[in-house]
Protein backbone atom coordinates (compact mmCIF):
# COMPACT_ATOMS: atom_id res chain seq x y z
CA UNK A 1 0.00 0.00 0.00
CA UNK A 2 1.43 3.61 -0.88
CA UNK A 3 1.04 6.81 1.15
CA UNK A 4 -1.98 9.34 1.19
CA UNK A 5 -1.28 11.60 -2.18
CA UNK A 6 -4.28 14.15 -0.92
CA UNK A 7 -2.73 15.53 2.13
CA UNK A 8 -2.03 19.33 2.67
CA UNK A 9 1.11 21.27 1.65
CA UNK A 10 2.74 22.85 4.83
CA UNK A 11 1.91 26.22 3.63
CA UNK A 12 -1.81 25.32 3.75
CA UNK A 13 -1.10 23.63 7.30
CA UNK A 14 0.08 26.63 9.24
CA UNK A 15 -1.90 28.97 7.18
CA UNK A 16 -4.77 26.59 8.34
CA UNK A 17 -2.97 27.13 12.06
CA UNK A 18 -2.86 31.14 11.65
CA UNK A 19 -6.71 31.00 10.60
CA UNK A 20 -7.44 28.78 13.46
CA UNK A 21 -5.46 31.41 15.88
CA UNK A 22 -7.77 33.89 14.07
CA UNK A 23 -10.69 32.88 15.56
CA UNK A 24 -9.54 33.54 19.41
CA UNK A 25 -9.69 36.93 18.35
CA UNK A 26 -12.71 39.12 20.06
CA UNK A 27 -12.15 41.79 17.43
CA UNK A 28 -15.56 42.45 16.12
CA UNK A 29 -14.17 43.82 12.73
CA UNK A 30 -10.94 42.00 11.87
CA UNK A 31 -9.97 39.24 13.14
CA UNK A 32 -5.75 38.00 12.06
CA UNK A 33 -3.63 35.06 12.93
CA UNK A 34 -0.14 34.12 13.04
CA UNK A 35 2.20 31.49 13.48
CA UNK A 36 5.85 31.22 13.17
CA UNK A 37 7.94 28.51 11.61
CA UNK A 38 11.76 27.21 11.87
CA UNK A 39 13.36 26.09 8.70
CA UNK A 40 13.29 22.59 10.13
CA UNK A 41 8.66 23.05 9.87
CA UNK A 42 8.60 23.16 13.76
CA UNK A 43 5.86 25.65 14.83
CA UNK A 44 7.61 27.74 17.03
CA UNK A 45 4.86 30.37 18.27
CA UNK A 46 1.37 31.24 17.36
CA UNK A 47 -0.86 34.37 18.42
CA UNK A 48 -3.72 36.43 17.23
CA UNK A 49 -4.99 40.25 17.79
CA UNK A 50 -6.39 41.03 20.83
CA UNK A 51 -6.15 43.28 24.19
CA UNK A 52 -2.53 43.09 25.90
CA UNK A 53 -3.08 40.34 28.78
CA UNK A 54 -4.34 41.76 31.81
CA UNK A 55 -6.44 44.31 30.14
CA UNK A 56 -9.94 43.11 30.53
CA UNK A 57 -11.32 43.13 26.58
CA UNK A 58 -14.48 43.70 28.01
CA UNK A 59 -13.83 46.88 29.39
CA UNK A 60 -11.96 47.87 26.16
CA UNK A 61 -13.15 49.91 22.99
CA UNK A 62 -13.28 48.06 19.79
CA UNK A 63 -14.45 50.34 17.77
CA UNK A 64 -12.85 51.58 14.33
CA UNK A 65 -13.70 55.45 14.69
CA UNK A 66 -14.07 58.25 17.02
CA UNK A 67 -11.86 60.01 19.45
CA UNK A 68 -8.34 58.01 19.36
CA UNK A 69 -8.82 56.59 23.34
CA UNK A 70 -12.20 55.31 21.95
CA UNK A 71 -11.21 52.82 19.39
CA UNK A 72 -8.91 49.87 19.61
CA UNK A 73 -6.03 51.34 18.00
CA UNK A 74 -3.59 52.69 20.76
CA UNK A 75 -4.82 49.28 22.52
CA UNK A 76 -4.85 45.95 20.53
CA UNK A 77 -1.54 43.53 20.14
CA UNK A 78 -1.12 42.41 16.53
CA UNK A 79 -1.15 39.04 15.95
CA UNK A 80 2.46 39.44 14.37
CA UNK A 81 3.72 40.85 17.47
CA UNK A 82 1.84 38.49 19.46
CA UNK A 83 3.35 35.46 18.07
CA UNK A 84 7.19 36.97 18.91
CA UNK A 85 6.08 37.65 22.21
CA UNK A 86 4.60 34.62 22.74
CA UNK A 87 8.02 32.41 21.36
CA UNK A 88 10.34 31.50 23.57
CA UNK A 89 12.55 30.48 20.53
CA UNK A 90 15.32 32.30 18.76
CA UNK A 91 13.19 33.47 15.52
CA UNK A 92 16.04 33.80 13.08
CA UNK A 93 15.89 32.49 9.85
CA UNK A 94 12.24 31.31 10.80
CA UNK A 95 9.28 31.98 8.44
CA UNK A 96 5.92 33.68 9.61
CA UNK A 97 2.37 32.59 8.49
CA UNK A 98 0.10 35.78 8.26
CA UNK A 99 -3.83 35.95 7.46
CA UNK A 100 -3.33 39.98 6.92
CA UNK A 101 0.07 41.37 5.15
CA UNK A 102 1.54 43.07 8.45
CA UNK A 103 1.52 46.78 9.31
CA UNK A 104 4.53 49.00 9.55
CA UNK A 105 4.99 48.38 13.65
CA UNK A 106 4.79 45.17 13.28
CA UNK A 107 6.93 45.00 9.88
CA UNK A 108 9.83 46.53 12.19
CA UNK A 109 9.11 43.64 15.42
CA UNK A 110 9.59 40.73 11.97
CA UNK A 111 12.64 42.39 10.89
CA UNK A 112 14.08 43.05 14.47
CA UNK A 113 13.43 39.12 15.25
CA UNK A 114 15.03 37.57 12.59
CA UNK A 115 12.01 36.50 10.56
CA UNK A 116 13.18 35.77 7.01
CA UNK A 117 10.29 35.44 4.82
CA UNK A 118 6.42 36.55 5.81
CA UNK A 119 3.75 34.07 4.14
CA UNK A 120 0.40 36.09 3.70
CA UNK A 121 -2.88 35.10 2.65
CA UNK A 122 -4.64 39.00 2.38
CA UNK A 123 -3.31 42.64 1.61
CA UNK A 124 -6.54 44.57 1.77
CA UNK A 125 -4.59 47.45 2.99
CA UNK A 126 -1.75 47.38 0.29
CA UNK A 127 -2.45 50.52 -0.82
CA UNK A 128 -1.99 52.71 2.86
CA UNK A 129 1.29 54.03 3.17
CA UNK A 130 1.56 51.60 6.31
CA UNK A 131 1.69 48.40 3.82
CA UNK A 132 4.04 50.39 1.50
CA UNK A 133 6.56 50.78 4.37
CA UNK A 134 6.26 47.81 5.42
CA UNK A 135 7.13 46.29 1.92
CA UNK A 136 10.00 48.78 1.94
CA UNK A 137 11.49 47.84 5.10
CA UNK A 138 11.31 44.22 4.08
CA UNK A 139 12.61 44.95 0.83
CA UNK A 140 15.58 46.67 2.48
CA UNK A 141 16.18 43.76 5.13
CA UNK A 142 16.31 40.86 2.92
CA UNK A 143 12.89 39.78 4.07
CA UNK A 144 11.22 37.89 1.39
CA UNK A 145 7.23 38.26 1.41
CA UNK A 146 4.59 35.82 -0.26
CA UNK A 147 0.89 35.75 -1.27
CA UNK A 148 -0.94 32.67 -1.28
CA UNK A 149 -4.31 32.95 -2.16
CA UNK A 150 -7.16 31.59 0.08
CA UNK A 151 -8.60 28.77 -2.53
CA UNK A 152 -4.55 27.17 -2.14
CA UNK A 153 -5.27 26.16 1.53
CA UNK A 154 -8.27 24.64 3.24
CA UNK A 155 -9.98 27.23 5.33
CA UNK A 156 -10.62 26.31 8.32
CA UNK A 157 -13.77 28.19 9.92
CA UNK A 158 -15.67 31.04 8.79
CA UNK A 159 -14.70 34.76 9.50
Not at 115 to 144: H, L, P, Q
Amino acid sequence: MKKRMNYISWDDYFLGIAELSAARSKDPNTQVGACIVSEENKILSVGYNGMPAGCNDDEMPWGREGDFLDTKYPFVCHAELNAILNSNHDLKGSRIYVSLFPCNECAKAIIQSGIKEVIYTCDKYADTDGTKASKMMFKMAGVKTRQIKQEHFVKILPM
